[in-house]
């Protein structure tokens, strides 16, 4: 799962990089509207978490921008204490969620991963499939209940396939969601981390859809 964090305040865009990449999450960081709304227009994120006061281009503009482009990608607003009216427009112009700041950190994780969630429809917290489950809120993996160690990527890898059981899933596709923006990507990688996770689970539920990509589904 990719997220994209639009926040300008050097010290909370740091924490938020550095908890959801604890998470399991790829993670994008724009400290400005401009930049933030170049992003969520060009990349495919997962969720946004979008600050609305943001120097160059004001949150709130940002996401209607997003909206009028088709951008579905589910938002979570961050605004002010109190700012009942800044909520209110948050949602109109099509906000999935909003936090208040201050907000305490494991919830602005949950209401992440819900956003996610939902949005792949999902309406458990717990994702299974062929004996494998996935346990959202505390990226454990278990098969048959015996749980599998896996690595940070192994377990984006997995996650994002999960969360889209049933659907074919192409290798371009995978990467972008496991990858943030700068790193440097190699679509053979990813054949390496199915390939351990294939081992690691011992079942058949990542199949290879030829010339498509994967799909999870019951083996
Ligand atoms: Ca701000």
Redesign the pocket.
Known sequence: MRVLVV???PELGRQLVQRLEGEGYAVDLAADGEEGQFLGQTEPYDAVIL?L??PKVDGLSVLRAWRRDGVGTPVLILTARGAWTEKVQGIDAGADDYLAKPFNMEELLARVRALIRRAKGHASAEIACGGVVLDTRTGRVTVSGAPVELTAYEYRVLSYLMHRKGQVVSRTELIEHVYAQDFDRDSNTVEVFVGRLRRKLGVDVIKTVRGLGYRVDEP
């Open positions: 926040e300008d305040s600050d006061g943001l």
